[in-house]
């Protein structure tokens, strides 16, 4: 009790701990208050002025504009509507990777998936792949009854030149969202006992960290456009 740590060199940490202590500190005052006057307090309070909260309402009901969070989280961004349905269009179009399906034909594709899904289950059982008695095969079989179809929408790369979008197509509860779950998570068990694989950027600053290199040495990166969909899943399976 009484303790406090020595004041950290770095601004960035100062701030934060000195907003946290004001959180707790309203914290602690709204908990110390009786439930009937805290909830008539909380009922009417504003953490915004009347003119932030206009300001934040004209954004919300302006039609002109999409928000969006930016592609390698670096903030929230304000994007032209027709701009960002001019780039959705774009992308979408690309019959190499994107194929229209009639919205007629949804229930049998739902049917279709459903199938397959339950089949998938069975010989991974048949074939000891799916431990028996763990619930593995229970909770794959979750998304029998998931059909939320998922929304795209995009994240644009406001580090690239000239701006571009970020298809993100959050599907949380689709039918193959358990199995993706189960399936990510074996995958990066395998994943991290490759020696060409790194995690994350901290992996990186590892690797490189004490790295002689002679003075003419050339350092190259590259970036691969639509990763994902260009991967051929038949020969990512076989290579797995």
Known sequence: PGFRPPRSKSAAVESFLSDMERSLAAAARVASTP??????????QHNLSPEERWALESLRIDTSIIIKPADKNLGLTIMDRSWYDW???????DRHYYEPVASASLASQLHRMRTELHGIVQDGQAHGV???GKGISEYLLTGLEMSELPHIYLMPKIHKQPVKGRVICPSHSWITSPASRWLAAELNVLARQQPTVLMDAREVIRAVDGLSVSRDAILVTFDVESLYPNIDTVVACENV
């Open 35 to 44: 439930a009937w006057q805290r909830s008539a307090r909380l009922r009417y």
């Open 87 to 93: 780039e959705m269009h774009r992308q979408l179009g």
């Open 130 to 132: 799916l431990p028996v």
